[in-house]
């Protein structure tokens, strides 16, 4: 099946599609669907893995570079932040030059920053390329969409979403198992190292394989007013979530980084009407479906990487298990992340999006829910059936919520809407992170000197149990040296107990918000513009 120019005769009520702008295909490799997705799943992967595998390292390098927490928290949190704040502009970009274009920059970038992360000797330089791989990974997340939507016709899309998913998932969810191995058995710098062999056989099948698409009313110039905004509409949103845990959500700092949001996200809408060639014509979200998406994103994200951020500290601190074993234990996630993810892909084109994003928000709240009965003592086989529950909720929601996005937007629009979708996500794992912290936060701080007390320990004054309150909110037992063990053993029952009320208010919140999105799925229906651009390549 080959592409048309199309020229668009009609109102702007109407729904045609328009065609990509570009010659059939020729034979043989390039423009190949199935290598197209292979070759895009190279580079998300290697975004997708650093948004987890680098944890594992941050003890390794805070001792190796002799670095503050706060100075290693801006590892994670510098690269999350770069990425956020530029994902829509990147997938504007792919939209004016061409996604093959700025996907193989991406992967190029990526690696690179990757390799000069691994020769660094100061926590400053790792921090600095950090946020360099979170500038690339952001012009190559949205590009792997574009070229997915550009290059499979509508009958396969979701099935090749599926599969993105599914890369995305399983690398997400391996990235502390992969991690442990090589922190634990090589050094923290083949963590960062590893990604240079990834990308450059990635930049090679994009050289080989990969197709250029572009849309007919492609974007010709620049919103820099309207990219100057959004970046920092996005970035005080980002920046206030990250710092809330250390100000507090009661800080005045706070509360002026997000302020300063809202004003400059009003700021934004309102130029977006003026300009000629907006960043993102605000007539997208009339569309009711793609507007759903993009809070289907943020929702499943709060409930998803908000709920397994204590997980892992559960795992470790309370059960006591290593990295590698709490990545192991987590298998059963990702497991049906892998196989639900295609399945999930071959329903929604059967049936629609609306039916499987319903029921895997709802398994994802009732999986929610299972994981806040968890105790100290609960077993692997209780875990891993409330973890396997998530992972098969999950699946339906990350490849529909992508077709619903992507399909919703006109072609033109392609590089935006899969930076929507990125974005989305970001947006909401900081939310999660940020706002379920705060639970945990708060039942500590509410039943430590109670447990504390009630457990005949002697009392603490206000900044010890400040100090223990701190620990606790991460698992750890606060055993002072040489106490008795006897001590010690009432110390730690007292602190898992606390930690693990606090763990479960959070799960209730996020089941609760799972819950939620089953109705805003409710909403959604499957992309009208899925037909633009369908059928380039063969199958």
Excluded at 89 to 110: E, P, S
Excluded at 377 to 387: A, E, I, L, N
Excluded at 439 to 447: G, L
Excluded at 488 to 517: D, P, Q, R, W
Aim: aromatic letters at 8%; a neutral charge.
């Amino acid at each position: 099946m080959t592409s048309q120019t199309t020229i668009d005769a009609t109102g702007p009520g109407d729904a045609a599609p328009e065609a990509p702008l570009e010659s059939p295909p020729a034979a043989g490799l390039r423009g190949h669907p199935w290598l197209t997705l292979i070759t895009v799943a190279v580079g998300v992967m290697m975004v997708a893995l650093d948004g987890t595998i680098v944890a594992i390292a941050n003890p390794a390098i805070q001792k190796d570079l002799g670095a503050t927490f706060a100075q290693v928290q801006w590892i994670t949190n510098g690269y999350f932040l770069a990425l956020a704040v530029s994902l829509i502009t990147a997938g504007k970009l792919g939209d004016r030059f061409g996604h093959r274009q700025t996907f193989l920059i991406g992967v190029t970038g990526f690696a690179a920053a990757s390799g000069a992360i691994g020769l660094s000797h100061s926590i400053a330089a790792v921090v600095t390329f950090r946020v360099f791989q979170g500038l690339f990974g952001a012009l190559l997340m949205p590009a792997a969409l574009g070229l997915l939507r550009a290059t499979f016709p509508a009958e396969k899309l979701n099935m090749a979403i599926g599969i993105w998913g599914m890369v995305i998932g399983a690398s997400t969810a391996g990235g502390p198992i992969l991690g442990g191995v090589l922190v634990e058995h090589v050094n923290w710098q083949s963590v960062f190292f590893i990604n240079v062999p990834v990308g450059a056989l990635a930049l090679v099948l994009g050289v080989l394989i990969l197709r250029d698409h572009r849309a007919e009313n492609a974007p010709r110039s620049f919103d820099i007013l309207g990219i100057a905004l959004l970046s920092g509409a996005m970035f005080c949103l980002v920046w206030a979530l990250i710092k809330a845990p250390t100000w507090g959500w009661g800080d005045s700092k706070t509360w002026i980084f997000i302020a300063a949001s809202v004003v400059l996200f009003a700021l934004f809408s309102f130029w977006e009407t003026r300009v000629a060639e907006p960043l993102i014509p605000l007539g997208l979200f009339r569309s009711v479906p793609l507007s759903a998406g993009v809070v289907l994103m943020v929702l499943m994200a709060i409930a998803f990487m908000g709920g397994l951020f204590f997980v892992t500290f559960y795992l470790q601190n309370v059960h006591g298990m290593s990295p590698i074993d709490a990545g192991l234990h987590l298998l059963p996630l990702t497991g049906m992340m892998i196989v639900g993810s295609p399945l999930a892909g071959a329903a929604i084109t059967k049936l629609g999006p609306r039916i499987p994003l319903a029921g895997g928000m709802a398994a994802t709240a009732i999986a929610m829910y299972g994981m806040s009965t968890l105790e100290a003592d609960t077993g692997s086989g209780v875990m891993s059936v409330w973890f396997a529950l998530l992972g098969l909720g999950l699946a339906p929601v990350m490849v529909g919520a992508t077709e619903v996005i992507v399909g919703n937007a006109p072609m033109e629009l392609s590089g935006v809407a899969g930076g929507l979708q990125q974005a989305a996500m970001q947006i909401g794992g900081s939310l999660g992170t940020a706002v379920l912290g705060a639970v945990m936060a708060s039942k500590v701080d509410s039943d430590l000197p109670g447990n504390w007390t009630g457990a005949g320990l002697q009392q603490l004054t206000p900044g010890q149990l400040d100090k223990a309150s701190e620990a606790v909110q991460v698992g750890v037992a606060p055993v002072p040296k040489g106490v008795p063990d006897q001590i010690a053993a009432k110390i730690t029952e007292v602190a898992h107990h606390t930690f693990i009320s606090g763990m479960s208010l959070a799960s209730l919140v996020a089941a609760g918000v799972a819950a939620v999105a089953v109705l805003v799925a409710l909403l959604t229906k499957r992309g009208a513009n899925t037909e633009a651009g369908a059928g380039v390549g063969h199958i």
